[in-house]
Nanobody, 122 residues
Framework: QVQLVESGGGLVQAGGSLRLSCGVS????????MGWFRQAPGKEREFVGV????????YYGDSVKGRFTISRDNAKNTVYLQMNSLKPEDTAVYYC???????????????WGQGTQVTVSS
């Protein structure tokens, strides 16, 4: 069983930055990919980005491309989501998730964190 715990959410003004962290309870297989998703009230869960655990490959959703960056620290079993130039429409609960494939669809992910709230004020 893999447990994921997000942290780092909060309230920030538009144009500001936040860094989210996702701690993984145990070392995942090298085939695992770590994704970030978000869900705003009344909306479907949206793909934010993904990183392969053992590589440097990353892929982002169009709405965050160029503003958000995913990285990981294997020694700390932690994945990060650096969010810059935040907009009010980035307001959502952000989730990290683990998958055996590098996927953009939420149903491809096996493990999920509890989520952390990000609120961007205008």
């Amino acid at each position: 069983q893999v447990q994921l715990v997000e942290s780092g959410g909060g309230l920030v003004q538009a144009g500001g930055s936040l860094r989210l962290s996702c701690g993984v309870s145990r070392r995942t297989s090298k085939t695992y990919a770590m994704g970030w998703f978000r869900q705003a009230p009344g909306k479907e869960r949206e793909f934010v980005g993904v990183i392969r655990w053992s590589g440097v490959f990353t892929y982002y959703g169009d709405s965050v491309k160029g503003r958000f960056t995913i990285s990981r620290d294997n020694a700390k079993n932690t994945v990060y989501l650096q969010m810059n130039s935040l907009k009010p429409e980035d307001t959502a609960v952000y989730y990290c998730a683990a998958s055996k494939v590098t996927a953009t669809e939420a149903n491809q992910y096996d493990y999920w964190g509890q989520g952390t709230q990000v609120t961007v004020s205008s």
